[in-house]
């Protein structure tokens, strides 16, 4: 039985490093690290990634496969739901390392299953509406400076990078309070709160600076 960390680093502001350092310091030790490089998980299969493929050959009954969250696995409903659904069939635990939780296929009991279904179902549902979510604000972002940006004047340079962005929208959509937020983040809370209160204008920064 071996322990498996899957990490799916799909900006330059993502690393490998940043998901490994998280799972050790949340207990996790591990007997393989696969990662996929610059992969939408919105467009990109779970199978048709080169790690991912792999990952689907190496997992055996027994193993455990631990992800910072289920987004990684992928932002598609779809393909995330049948993943995790796929591996819990062979007999994988799949833990992820924010809100510590456990999916796999011990219990026979129909109402624990069905409860178990539709928490996998709601986690990858809130995956895609994230991506979606982002997309737009980008796009909007985009937009407005066409407008109204004759490139003179950027303001202030965000004191965030886009994975801290990501991340707190990440774990605000989750149901983490600020103070939580700003520590995994290492923001201050007003910067946690101007993102939340304002992705759009977040992103927006971001862009302008070109970040």
Known sequence: MSTFLYARVSTAEQTLEHQRTQAEQSGFRFDYIIADHGVSGVSVLMKDRPEGKRLFD???SGDTLVVRWVDR???????VTDTIREFIR???VIKTIINGMTFDGTTTDPIQMAVRDALI???AATAQAQAEATKEAQKAAIATIKARDDGTYKGRKPSFNRNQMALVMDMDGKGNNVSEIAKATGLSRQTVYR????????EKA???WGL
């Open 73 to 79: 696995l992928g932002r598609n409903y779809a393909d």
């Open 206 to 208: 971001l862009a302008t």
């Open 121 to 123: 179902a709601f986690m």
């Open 58 to 60: 190496m997992l055996r």
């Open 195 to 202: 993102i939340k209160d304002d992705a759009a204008g977040a």
């Open 90 to 92: 062979r007999g994988v």
